[in-house]
């Protein structure tokens, strides 16, 4: 079968195309025929090595699974032959408490589709059967497959660990990537009232026009983007700050109100922050972490996209040949939205 894949860790060009033998299922696994798959910013720290991880060679990435399932071995967890299905992304170890209980996120042996094993840029991918949901009918293949990360997080940042309620006002710093583009759309649907931060002008008109309440950033200073947020939250700040960055968290203390909560889901400026404690408990402030999504997440998420009728933004269309050209658009930060792969 076809496949793009890389021998040795470094930039986009050591993704190759490649023909490797279709993979059969092993125990509690599916084979799953590739509609379509997407790029995300963990296929690119997978590919230049730096997840530390032993990958046995070639490695296969791509972590957004959408597809029909050709073979079924042992467990059916819900599914069919012939179904179309996604994937979720982390799945856990199936026997600890947390796994039994749906819970998968919190095991502590979790693994990740296109991480820890072979990915979505092949013809047939085999995942375990525990990541797979049926998709609600409203949407096409290419829409699912923006889908699995970059919504999961944004649901489990807003629903599950944000609390998100109506009413109440969100920042989402990182607004124009594709979990802050996921953020916006779920939290104008929840009825918040919605800040963006973009450092990118061209994407911050974007922003507007998709309906962010305010849009601030471009090259404005952290003190400045603080004035504006306080400013427009009665000098109290925001009851909720989604914040992927880390490095920045110091910021996103001083933006959430008393007794606001701060979810992080990404290090993209740094794993270490600076961070004054006193105004952690003085503020009564809740800083939780969250990474990826369970399967029934997963599914609740899409289930909201569906009822709202909320279609994720797309960038661009590619074919699974172009993965490298595509990493290379993903790293240039240029792209508003998915960047999809169809093999
Ligand atoms: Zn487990």
Known sequence: MR??????????????SMSLPRPRPMEGNAIVRLLCTSVNRIDTLVRNGGRNLPLAMPHVPG????????????????????????????????????????????????????????????EFVRVPTSTLVRPPGLFSAEELAAMPISLSIAWRALRVVGKAKRGETVVIRGASGSSGIFGLLLAKAMGLRTIAVSRDAIKMKKLREM??????????????????ILGATDGEGADIVIEPFGATLAQSIRLARHGGRIVVYGA?????????????????????????????????????????RIRPVIAKVMGLEEAARAHSLLEGGRCFGKILLRP
Request: glycine fraction near 16%.
């Open 3 to 16: 496949a793009v894949g890389f021998r040795r860790y470094g930039g986009p060009e050591v993704l190759e």
């Open 63 to 122: 972590c957004d699974v959408v597809g029909i399932v050709e073979e079924i071995r042992g467990r059916s967890d819900g599914v069919s032959v012939g179904d179309l299905v996604v994937a979720n992304t982390l799945y856990g170890c199936g026997g600890c408490a947390s796994c039994r209980n749906g819970d998968e996120v919190s095991c502590s042996r979790w693994k990740m589709v296109g991480v820890d094993i072979n990915g979505s840029y092949e």
């Open 211 to 228: 309906g962010a309440d305010i849009v601030i950033g471009g090259g404005e200073t952290e003190a400045g983007i603080a004035d504006t």
């Open 268 to 308: 993209l400026a740094g794993a270490a922050a600076n961070i004054d404690i006193k105004q952690l408990y003085l503020k009564n402030i809740s800083v939780a972490g969250t990474h990826n999504s369970s399967r029934g997440e997963l599914k609740e998420a899409m289930g909201f996209l569906a009822e709202m």
